[in-house]
């Protein structure tokens, strides 16, 4: 009887993390939190030849960033990989005396066998499959070798797998935390390899002897790994073990409804850091698939996410991957984020009046971090560069404009200290001059805002003259119309 909730996050280290692995380590912990329970960091680097130099290191880093802190697994300690936990050690490489000796097990009780089939015949199978529009897989050449020929193999020194003996007929039913009850025909499924020629064990019995001995009550992991479901059961039912429960999340889908790959632009969870905030990012996968029972959108951190979580509300259909619901959220997170923090966060050298007046202006319209900097560029600048014809509101003449802001710099020029406190004295004063002297928002406003600004679109012209403060305001509308002469 599972007692604990004890769910596990294992990526292998061959590479940077996919955004949908990032997703795969939400909800784990998420799940975890809700439940009260561990979440679990287990690399699984058995395939030796694809592990990249680095990449463990880079796993750690990025759960870091995206706050994901785990109970259990390896830790960086300065540059120096520990581990925290009584269920290590959590790198798979460390723990191959357990695959071992599962492995013989399996092979004494009879429910594996030693393949010694070539990667020539293995090729050739394929081959003639393929011809006969037959499904791959292994037809089972070694699994009743006579016991003498086993021995004068190994004794020959010849090279062998360990494969599992899949039953022949039935099938295997399981109820699936998402999808409800999967049923796999035996008829169809090859006898997989458990251990290969090297004596690593493939991903197959690592995953379930490290589940079993981590105690892990939930196994929450990827689509791609559910025709490995069967296979896995099984292994699980022949040591008698008590399986966990499994839930298998949807696929993360490109526009074009295929699979997220390369191709349709960064995918690696380390990249969207450059761009957007952790918690941005966390709260828009979070939706990839998972619909909360309020259809709730905006979720500030984590910890309001993990109020709602249910695992039984992910869908079964894939989902798309929309950059634009991404910046959408991106631009509420900004809004929401202590200016000092940002400030610090995306490197910007200014003092507190200047990000008290600046930031607000540019939160408004910001959907990626690095559009703040530029949408308050032209604030920090001395040197407006801009044609002067853009001046000039549309069924106008230059000569009427430059007179316009001639009138409205003296106008300005007169305000006092007390009207330039905030942006919404200036505009009530402003807004009453312009409607006294008989004139329109547009003609007066429309040249006043390029002047200071530069910029056919920006944002508001009261908001600009605030936080330029009254000299520089009236030295940029002094700019403007000398650019008229």
């Known amino acids: ?175 699936d935390l998402i999808r409800g009850q ?56 022949t040591f008698n073990w008590q399986p966990p429960e499994f839930a298998h999340l949807p696929l993360m889908l490109s526009p074009t409804h295929k699979k997220l790959s390369k191709r349709d632009g960064d995918t690696a969870a380390k990249d969207y850091l450059k761009e957007y905030l952790p918690n941005a990012i966390l709260n828009f996968i979070a939706l990839l698939g998972w619909n909360p029972k309020n259809n709730r959108e905006f979720y500030l951190t984590p910890d309001e996410m993990i109020e709602d979580f249910e695992i039984n509300k992910i869908n079964k259909a894939g989902a798309i991957f929309e950059v634009k619901k991404l910046n959408f959220l991106n631009h509420e997170h900004l809004k929401q984020y202590p200016i000092g923090d940002l400030a610090k966060k995306i490197d910007l050298k200014l003092d507190s009046s200047e990000l008290k007046k600046y930031l607000p202006m540019a939160l408004e319209r910001a959907e990626k971090n690095s559009d703040i900097p530029k949408l308050i560029s032209f604030l920090i600048t001395d040197d407006i560069a801009y044609k002067p014809e853009l001046l000039i509101p549309k069924d106008a003449e230059a000569n009427i404009t430059k007179t316009n802001l001639i009138n409205i710099k003296n106008y300005l020029t007169e305000l006092g200290p007390e009207e330039w406190l905030s942006a919404l004295k200036i505009k009530e004063k402003t807004i009453k001059w312009i409607k006294l002297n008989g004139k329109s928002n547009q003609e007066m406003l429309w040249p006043l805002r390029v002047a200071l600004s530069g910029l056919e679109k920006s944002p508001d012209v009261f908001d600009i003259a605030y936080a330029l403060g009254k000299g520089k305001t009236l030295s940029r509308i002094d700019n403007a119309i000398n650019s008229l002469k």
């Open 182 to 237: 999967v049923s796999f025909n035996h008829i169809v499924l090859e006898d997989a390899v458990l251990q290969k020629s090297d004596g690593f064990p493939t991903y197959h019995l690592a995953n379930v002897v490290d589940d079993h001995l981590m105690e892990i009550s939930h196994v929450i992991r990827g689509e791609e790994w559910l025709p490995s479901l069967p296979l896995h059961f099984l292994i699980y039912k």
């Open 1 to 175: 009887m599972i007692n604990k909730i004890r769910v596990r996050f294992a990526p292998s280290p061959t590479g940077s993390m996919h955004i949908g692995g990032l997703r795969t380590a939400l909800y784990n912990y998420l799940f975890a939190k809700k439940n009260h329970g561990a979440f679990i960091l287990r690399i699984e680097d058995t395939d030796q030849k694809r592990t990249v130099p680095g990449a463990l290191e880079e796993i750690i880093t990025i759960l870091n960033a995206y706050g994901l802190a785990y109970d259990e697994g390896p830790i960086l300690v300065g540059n120096n990989l520990e581990e925290k936990g009584n269920h290590g050690p959590y790198v798979q490489s460390k723990r191959l005396e357990h695959y071992k000796k599962a492995t013989k097990e399996l092979l004494e009780q009879g429910s594996a066998y030693r393949c010694f089939c070539t990667t020539e015949r293995l090729n050739a199978l394929r081959q003639s499959q393929e011809k006969q529009n037959l499904p791959p897989g292994y037809d089972g050449f070694c699994r009743n070798l006579p016991n003498a020929e086993i021995e004068r193999n190994i004794k020959a020194g010849m090279n062998f797998v360990v494969r599992f003996m899949m039953p022949r007929e039935g099938k295997t039913e399981i109820i």
